[in-house]
């Protein structure tokens, strides 16, 4: 990989004149190979944002962020965010060990800074967390009252139609316990989709192996406003065709189809407790 590779979205990006060094390392037989990328016109979140979404997409690869210069907030000199011990930062000229344990497509630090190591001089904000799926800040005001927001992609979430019937996903999450759930697809927006609309046929593809000839957006919702400001587009499309699934480790789900009173039924019940598909379902009712 060239060393200079830059990430599409860095000439859109303000530009405040920091550079950031970005390390992937993944696995090459018995071996890791690092690449290396240099950002520049990035602020911190959106660097570790494109940072852990390069490693993610790749299996097993784990991820270091590096800031070169000074960011719009005054973070400077070469500060690791992610995976470095804090007291033993290495030099740009030898090989970059991230000290990171190797785990499908999971980042796991050691040697993590304190809080106030991560908060940046001169400013109010803190990055506390990060993983390759979202990173968590922390805010203090003048009153040193502090809350949290949780950082991550908008997603996507799809009502694919066959007649009058809708497509669900049913199965069990990690999260939830045992009993199996119904959900409609739904996730993360990446950097490689071209549209919101691309990310949703993605996502309906991949869980449910259904294929619609056009997907419209019929609205928009923050599912966790006292949490964090990632926002839920809504779409709705009619299924033209089938294909493969292509479900990731941990998603043993079958795909169904409910008649609208089925629904109703399942919700009833209990069957459908995933926020995100109640809010869907209700914006797929408005007249």
């Known amino acids: 990989m060239d060393a200079t590779e830059v990430d599409e979205r860095d000439s859109t990006w303000e530009n405040h004149h920091p550079r950031f060094r970005v390390y992937v390392q993944e696995p090459s037989g018995e071996t890791y190979t690092t690449a290396t990328y240099d950002l520049t016109g990035a602020d911190v979140l959106q660097a570790m944002d494109w940072a852990q979404r390069q490693a993610a997409t790749r299996s097993d690869a784990v991820w270091a962020l590096a800031l070169v210069g000074q960011d719009s907030r005054g973070l400077r000199g070469l500060t690791w965010l992610v995976g470095m011990d804090a007291n033993d930062p290495p030099s740009d000229d030898h090989e970059i060990d991230l000290r990171l344990r190797m785990t499908s497509r999971t980042a796991r630090p050691v040697g993590v800074p304190s809080r106030d190591q991560w908060r940046p001089e001169g400013s109010s904000a803190a990055v506390v967390h990060a993983n390759p799926w979202f990173t968590v800040t922390e805010t203090v005001d003048a009153s040193e009252r502090s809350w949290f927001r ?36 739904s996730g993360g927006i990446e950097p490689s989709d071209d549209s919101a609309a691309a990310a949703a046929a993605r996502e309906l593809l ?4 259904a294929v619609c000839g056009e997907l419209t957006e019929v609205g928009t919702f923050v599912a966790e406003p006292g949490v964090s400001d990632v926002r839920t587009r809504v779409f709705v499309g009619t299924v033209t065709e089938r294909r493969e699934t292509a479900l990731e480790p941990g998603e043993d789900w079958t795909t169904v189809e409910l008649e609208p009173s089925e629904v109703d039924a399942a919700v009833s019940a209990g069957e459908v407790t995933d926020g995100a598909t109640l809010a869907a379902l209700l914006l797929l009712r408005r007249p």
């Not at 991550?152 to 990690?174: K, L, T």
């Not at 991949?206 to 192996?209: S, V």
């Open 206 to 209: 991949e869980e449910t192996g």
């Open 150 to 185: 949780l950082r991550s992609s908008d997603s996507v979430i799809v009502a694919a139609m066959v007649d009058d019937r809708i497509v669900f996903v049913h199965g069990v999450r990690d999260t939830t316990g045992p009993e199996p759930r119904y959900e409609l697809p």
